[in-house]
């Protein structure tokens, strides 16, 4: 089976917009789940729907694929799972090594999509010598005295960093030194890396506090609307007691036919 080193995607050359391929793993998901069920074809509203996006952006995204479904009937799902997996490059096999084996890198490490998407953990890396040989989901910790042959014995050209942010830069640049062109940055840092290396940031704390300045706004605009009702509230029962009263205050008498 080819390797990730020999082997790239085209989607750059094919001219397919940054947008359209980040949308692409969506698109997978959702039609793997229904080719698991065994759904033969899939509308644009249906698929759309459980991708989360809307049906013409979905359309036109497909358009760069070339594909573009049959009236009446949609999209058939087995080819387009074929035509997207090919289109990312998961048609292929794809080492990965992981560098920092704390308790992220083991999370990571053990789970179990990798493989059935195409990504194989080639090695697990640790600065830690007391780490060295202990498994990890079945593979040896090796240290990162190894680190450059071990890339280059494996063809890896994608790297995972789950190291402190005070040794991921180091790690970076070991690993594109070695030859790793694309990196999957979990460390709370950005990195720098020189032109035509790609670096993905997964950043979890970055990602709950976006998630709190959410959850504060609809706090606000909750205790806001409360605010607003009681008011209403108030200003009604004044208005209706106001009402039935002459210019006084007091109730007006009822004058004789």
């Excluded at 640049?173 to 993905?200: H, K, M, Q, Y």
């Excluded at 997964?202 to 205790?223: N, P, T």
Aim: net charge negative; hydrophobic share 45%.
């Amino acid at each position: 089976m080819a390797t990730g080193r020999t082997h790239r995607t085209a989607t750059r050359s094919r001219g397919i917009p940054e947008a359209t391929v980040a949308r692409l793993p969506l698109y997978l998901r959702a039609l793997t789940a229904l080719s698991e069920r065994s759904v033969p074809t899939v509308s644009s509203e249906e698929l759309a729907a459980a991708a989360g996006v809307n049906s013409a952006k979905l359309r036109k995204d497909f358009s760069y694929l070339g594909s573009y479904g049959t009236r009446g009937v949609g999209y058939d799902v087995e080819y387009l799972v074929y035509q997207i997996s090919r289109e990312l490059g998961l048609t292929q096999d794809w080492p990965v090594v992981i560098v920092g084996i704390g308790n992220l890198g083991a999370a990571l490490a053990n789970y179990g999509g990798f493989a059935s998407r195409g990504f194989r953990v080639a090695a697990l890396i640790d600065a830690d010598p007391a780490m060295a040989g202990k498994p990890v989901a079945g593979i040896p910790v090796q240290h990162t005295d190894e680190l450059e042959k071990i890339i280059d014995d494996n063809g890896v050209s994608i790297g995972v960093i789950a190291t402190p942010a005070g040794a991921a830069q180091q790690v970076c640049e070991r690993l594109v030194a070695a030859g790793v062109t694309s990196i999957l940055n979990f460390a709370p840092t950005v990195l720098s890396v020189p032109d035509g290396v790609d670096v993905r940031k997964v950043d979890l704390s970055i990602e709950l506090q976006i998630l709190a300045f959410h959850e504060q706004r609809k706090a606000g605009e909750e205790a806001e609307a409360q605010a607003d009702a009681v008011l209403a509230a108030e200003a009604e029962a004044a208005a209706a007691k106001g009402a039935g009263k002459g210019p006084d205050g007091d109730v007006p008498a009822v004058m004789p036919a």
